[in-house]
């Protein structure tokens, strides 16, 4: 028997999964983007839980799996990274919902991103009654109100359809 190498025809460079100018976006939007590859027949939902207040908590879920924890101090600065999120991944229903402990904060982020992202997405705002553990020392570094808005997330309430300003004049 006698063993040959046989040189392979060059094939097509495979296009990858992931392109270069993707690692320029944000962490956040990177792992989605990552999950979006991976999962299949999961629904294709981007939902973000906020817990409104002096410290304002944020989870963000998408095809199922939570893919950021966080929280901000800075009503502006939460709406910038929200519209960076629904801006960079593609879902077919967006749903934002937001607490309804502090509603003046939470009109005031419905407000902002209303005028500042220009895509239709949903809200709702929820009942966040008995979403706040009651354990001494357990907000450091704002764990509370991730957990929160992670249990906000997954409550129903109202939801209304937001249209952006282009559309509605």
Same mark, same amino acid.
């Given at each position: 028997m006698v063993l040959t190498t046989r040189k392979e025809a060059p094939t097509e460079c495979k296009k990858p999964m992931l392109y270069e100018d993707i690692f320029e976006q944000h962490p956040t939007? !990177? +792992?989605g983007l990552m999950i979006q590859k991976l999962s299949l027949g999961y629904e294709e939902d981007l939902i973000i839980?906020?817990?409104p207040g002096q410290r304002i908590g944020l989870s963000i879920f998408y095809f199922g799996r939570e893919i950021e924890s966080s929280f901000n101090s800075s009503v502006e600065e939460l709406v910038l990274h929200i519209i960076t999120v629904l801006g960079g991944l593609r879902a077919k229903r967006k749903i934002v919902k937001i607490g309804n402990g502090n509603m003046n904060i939470a +009109?005031?982020?419905v407000t902002?991103? =209303?005028l500042r992202f220009c895509s239709s997405f949903e809200f709702e705002f929820v009942d966040e009654r008995k979403t706040s553990l009651k !354990? +001494? =020392?357990f907000n450091q570094r704002g764990k509370r109100d991730m957990l929160s808005a992670k249990y906000i997330l997954q409550r129903e309430g109202c939801r209304y359809f937001i249209l952006p300003l282009s559309m509605t004049g």
């Open positions: 939007v !990177i +792992k839980g906020i817990d +009109k005031e982020i902002m991103l =209303n !354990i +001494k =020392n």
